[in-house]
Antibody
Framework: QVQLQESGPGLVKASQTLSLTCTVSGGSISTGDYYWSWIRQPAGKGLEWIGRIYTSGATKYNPSLKSRVTLSVDTSKNQFSLKLSSVTAADTAVYYC?????????????WGRGTLVTVSS | QSVLTQPPSVSGAPGQRITISCSGSNSNIGAGSDVHWYQHLPGTAPKLLIYGNNNRPSGVPDRFSGSKSDTSASLAITGLQAEDEADYYCQSYDNTLTGPYVFGTGTKVTVL
């Protein structure tokens, strides 16, 4: 069974870039069976999909975040990463990484526990 | 920013049946997009509960079932147990600029 673990700084200053990494275990990130995705949840609010990346490096982003988001994948480390630039307090949230079944399926089958990122002024 | 609406909370006594609604629109559920459901206990990884409207992944008890009709969907839990106390989210595909992958507002289930 695939397991995912988020890691990265828990505190980021406003206007700087948030960087998180997701380490995948229990399977290879290169199998091609999944897309790899990031989702976030601000305190007291709902879940928001951020973007997804395939093992080839092909990406798809949430239109509302597209100008600030960059996803990348490192197959040698079995990891994928999120960079969110020019952060503000509105980007304070728990960030989850997840495996995503694309095509006609369109659901997230395995998730990490999430990591809280706070944007400070 | 959630385009799928759920009741904030639902409660029931052990053994009872409860349902959680997920209301969408013609740009998501009403357009034929499948609905998926997740269970989330705070501090843990969210868990896929139902996929493709009414399919359970391996290991999910058959007490959980899903249905979909027109622009809405429902999750039913029968034989409610204390361990079912959690947050539940629906998710679908939306063909507008708010998407494409959208979640419900979330429902807190309390076992009385």
């Amino acid at each position: 069974q695939v397991q995912l673990q988020e890691s990265g700084p828990g505190l980021v200053k406003a206007s700087q870039t948030l960087s998180l990494t997701c380490t995948v275990s229990g399977g290879s990130i290169s199998t091609g069976d999944y897309y790899w995705s990031w989702i976030r949840q601000p305190a007291g609010k709902g879940l928001e999909w951020i973007g997804r990346i395939y093992t080839s490096g092909a990406t798809k982003y949430n239109p509302s975040l597209k100008s600030r988001v960059t996803l990348s994948v490192d197959t040698s480390k079995n990891q994928f990463s999120l960079k969110l630039s020019s952060v503000t307090a509105a980007d304070t949230a728990v960030y989850y990484c997840a495996s995503f079944q694309g095509g006609t399926r369109n659901f997230f089958d395995y998730w990490g526990r999430g990591t809280l990122v706070t944007v400070s002024s | 920013q959630s385009v799928l609406t759920q009741p904030p909370s639902v409660s029931g006594a052990p053994g009872q049946r409860i349902t959680i609604s997920c209301s969408g629109s013609n740009s998501n559920i009403g357009a034929g997009s499948d609905v998926h459901w997740y269970q989330h206990l705070p501090g843990t990884a969210p868990k896929l509960l139902i996929y493709g409207n009414n399919n359970r992944p391996s290991g999910v008890p058959d007490r959980f079932s899903g249905s979909k009709s027109d622009t809405s969907a429902s999750l039913a839990i029968t034989g409610l147990q204390a361990e079912d106390e959690a947050d539940y989210y629906c998710q679908s595909y939306d063909n507008t600029l708010t998407g494409p992958y959208v979640f419900g507002t979330g429902t807190k289930v309390t076992v009385l």
